[in-house]
């Protein structure tokens, strides 16, 4: 069975750092850019960041450029994504997707709560 | 990256249909036939339920249709059942970025 599962959620103060993995199983992950996308409480869908099967190319939301980093390994299975100098605004779910031009593979979500 | 625009709220009875529209610009969906569509009932992870504007994925009934013209897509459900209840989301790819929708409440009266 295909599954992706994050984990590394948790609370944090303004300022601070979390890295958040995510972890692939029942398919070929290299094959796949796998992507971070997040969902604040009570509100719509937010792309992260995306990361190519070969781990070369990565692009970035606005607003998490130069604070937050995607990479990947391929045995085993995991993506990452850290994350620095977290603001408030970063507080929501954040959802492991296989694709980028879709995402066609969720995880359950792991809660990053960012608050003094 | 601003968001595609969305209506809040849809409803119909059993049995109707329910037709959501997004919306976004040249560079987004007018630019690329690279839009999705994703379910995600309360307190679970989104579901993709449409791709590349028309396609559905293996086991998505046939009663979810997409299409686009111009800078706006839409998802049609047809014979709208109870389970259909959910929040509704579309994305676009735009290049070297992704951007959702708003999101739309669909609730079967």
């Known amino acids: 069975e295909m599954q992706v599962l994050e984990s590394g959620g948790g609370l944090v103060q303004p300022g601070g750092s979390l890295r958040l993995s995510c972890a692939a199983s029942?398919?070929?992950?290299?094959?796949?850019?796998m992507s971070w996308v997040r969902q604040a409480p009570g509100k719509g869908l937010e792309w992260v960041s995306t990361v190519s099967g070969t781990a070369i190319a990565t692009y970035y939301t606005d607003s998490v450029k130069g604070r937050f980093t995607v990479s990947r390994d391929n045995s085993p299975n995991t993506l990452h994504l850290q994350m620095n100098r977290l603001r408030v605004e970063d507080t929501a779910t954040y959802y492991c997707?296989?694709?980028?031009?879709?995402?066609?593979?969720w995880g359950p979500g792991t809660l990053v709560t960012v608050s003094s | 990256q601003s968001a595609l625009t969305q209506p809040p709220s849809a409803s119909g009875s059993p049995g109707q249909s329910v037709t959501i529209s997004c919306t976004g610009t040249s560079s987004d969906v007018g630019g690329y036939n690279y839009v999705s569509w994703y379910q995600q009932h309360p307190g679970k992870g989104p579901k993709l339920i449409i791709y590349e504007v028309t396609k559905r994925p293996s086991g998505v009934p046939d009663r979810f249709s997409g299409s686009k013209s111009g800078n706006t897509a839409s998802l049609t459900v047809s014979g709208l059942q109870a389970e259909d209840e959910a929040d509704y989301y579309c994305s676009s790819f735009a290049g070297s970025s992704n951007v959702f929708g708003t999101g739309t409440k669909v609730t079967v009266l």
């Open positions: 029942g398919f070929t992950f290299s094959s796949y850019a």
């Open positions: 997707a296989r694709g980028f031009v879709w995402f066609d593979l």
